[in-house]
């Protein structure tokens, strides 16, 4: 015999279609089975006679079950779509939510060049301010110190990388006279300290930093909340009035043209007389700072040095534009100081020097910015700068 058809019967608004037999009606009720035609299909066909073929039966079988589950995906179909509605608010909310945290984010880093909202909190922002009586008063060191600190640094870099300065060296064969004899004292030396360290002839820039400085610094994450990257003196001791690290970047006079590479541009740095260096690493100031670098290369002769652009520094002290601002919690333990490198200065070590200029037909020194100590920095502490330097 057949088996009884299970009844079918349409959700009341607000409920949820349940499987299996259908729930109990109150006392004096019949239980009605909706037409084909309110599911919106064709009707179901005819049951077949006791005794009819087995394939007939079989037939019929796989025409009411299809029809019935194209039914009842019609039927469900108004809470499907409720819940879904539910699902793409839920879903809104959480992306504005997003949305809101990257626009505190980029405003966060936006609004210290936002001059209407600098002048509103200069007063509230004093400890984060440096001020200065003139303009002429902003350094704290000498430019003769500033220049003898980076003469040194970069004489030790070039004669720790002497066996790769033969074309240079070719050219300038009094230059070359002068490097060899510091090259002997050099091995002498060498061969001193190798009877304790045998083995250590070849340093790594930053090991040479250490040896001629007595300090390294670095990068790693910033102890400050959402600051991002930050400089650290990882090794050593940093004396008060040191050149610590420099600025690199493409160096623009007022006139010239930066508003593509300002763009979402967090390491444009501003001096005093208006002069822009842009630090970017990335981007198309990556690719403008290269194009400059490479345009005024004299044969075997590199008027700057490309590789902090990269991870692996020719120049140890080439990183400075990722030291961050101070707060009211850490206080600045350095300044930034411009500084003009004069015509005199070695064209062999300008290959050291992370700055160049943008237009070619320049007659003027190039701009170099500084990082000076104002306090003692020991190892393992973070340098923290001021950005914005009030001439009164």
């Known amino acids: 015999m057949w088996a009884q058809e299970p009844c079918v019967s349409t959700p009341k608004a607000g409920s949820s279609a349940r499987s299996g037999c259908c729930a109990p009606l109150p006392a004096g009720r019949a239980r009605t089975t909706p037409s084909p035609s309110a599911l919106g299909g064709s009707p179901l066909p005819a049951r077949p006679q006791l005794g009819a073929a087995p394939a007939a039966r079989s037939q019929w079988q796989l025409r009411t079950q299809t029809r019935r589950r194209v039914s009842g995906a019609r039927i469900g179909w108004p809470v499907c779509a409720g819940a879904a509605a539910q699902g793409g608010g839920a879903r809104g909310r ?20 936002f001059v209407p909202w600098l002048a509103l909190n200069l007063r509230r922002q004093r400890r984060t301010l440096r001020y200065v009586p003139e303009s002429s008063q902003d350094k704290i060191i000498a430019d003769e110190d500033v220049f003898e600190t980076l003469l040194k640094t970069f004489k030790a870099l070039f004669i720790n990388d002497f066996s790769r300065q033969a074309d240079i060296l070719t050219l300038l064969p009094e230059v070359k006279c002068q490097y060899q004899e510091l090259l002997t004292v050099e091995q002498k030396q060498s061969k001193v300290d190798s009877c304790t360290h045998p083995g250590q002839h070849v340093f790594s820039p930053e090991e040479v930093l250490f040896n001629t400085l007595g300090f390294t610094v670095g990068r790693d994450q910033s102890s400050l909340v959402s600051a991002g990257t930050g400089v650290f003196v990882t090794k050593g001791f940093v004396p008060k009035g040191t050149v610590v690290s420099m600025y690199p970047g493409t160096v623009y006079r007022k006139h010239e043209p930066i508003f593509f590479q300002s763009l979402g541009n967090p390491f444009i740095f501003r001096c005093i007389d208006g002069v822009l260096i842009d630090g970017n690493d990335k981007g198309l100031s990556r690719s403008v700072y290269r194009s400059c670098s490479r345009r005024d290369q004299l044969g075997p002769f590199q008027m700057s040095d490309e590789s902090w652009l990269t991870a692996t520094l020719q120049n140890p002290l080439a990183v400075g534009q990722y030291v961050n601002n101070c707060s009211h919690e850490k206080a600045a333990n350095v300044c930034y100081q411009e500084f003009d490198v004069p015509g005199h200065f070695p064209v062999e070590l300008k290959q050291y020097l992370p700055n160049i200029v943008y237009s070619h037909d320049v007659e003027s020194h190039l701009r170099c910015v500084v990082l000076v100590s104002l306090r003692d920095i020991k190892q393992g502490e973070e340098l923290f700068s001021n950005y914005y330097t009030v001439v009164r």
């Open 94 to 113: 959480v992306e504005a939510a997003a949305m809101l945290r990257e626009l505190r984010r980029r405003w966060g880093s936006y609004k210290y060049r």
